[in-house]
C-alpha cells in the first residue's frame, strides 16, 4: 500500500500539490459563503491544471505570459 502512495506521489506529484493549493483557498472561499462554492470549483480546477503543467515539466512562465497584457510583462 506505501508502496503504490509513494509511486502516486512521485509521478503526479505537480498535480498533488495544485490540487492541494486550490482546495485549501477554495475552502478559504467556501467561510465567506455559500454562493462562492463556484470560486471554490474554479480554484481547485486551475490548481489542477497548474499541475499538470509541472508534471508534464512544461514552464508555467509561457502560461502567464499568455494571458498577461503586453504592458505588463
Not at 502516486?8 to 462562492?36: A, Q
Request: glycine share 10%; net charge positive.
Amino acid at each position: 500500500m506505501k508502496e503504490e502512495v509513494k509511486d502516486f506521489l512521485s509521478t503526479n506529484l505537480g498535480k498533488v500539490i495544485g490540487l492541494t493549493i486550490g482546495v485549501v483557498l477554495g475552502i478559504i472561499y467556501l467561510f465567506f459563503g455559500f454562493f462562492k462554492m463556484i470560486v471554490f470549483i474554479a480554484l481547485a480546477a486551475i490548481g489542477y491544471f497548474i499541475g499538470t503543467k509541472i508534471d508534464r515539466n512544461e514552464d508555467i512562465r509561457d502560461l502567464i505570459e499568455r494571458f498577461l497584457p503586453n504592458h505588463w510583462r
